[in-house]
């Protein structure tokens, strides 16, 4: 949980987002969506909103979301 909030906080910064997606972060994340802790589902969705910030990032968000 706190390690997702850690990864929202840094999803803030461009060069971040970048490296979550170069780093093949988006998908894990988006696994987490299935959880039932309050907490961390709130991290997620603040780090995958981050993420989808970039243009780039959305066909990885749609991707990880059709598995």
Do not use: W
């Amino acid at each position: 949980m706190n390690v997702v909030g850690a990864l929202s906080e840094l999803a803030k910064d461009q060069t971040n987002r970048l490296a979550l997606r170069k780093g093949n972060g988006i998908g894990p994340l988006i696994s987490l969506l299935t959880g039932t802790n309050a907490a961390l589902l709130v991290n997620v969705t603040r780090a995958v909103g981050q993420c989808a910030r970039e243009p780039d990032n959305m066909m990885y968000v749609r991707l990880a979301h059709s598995i």
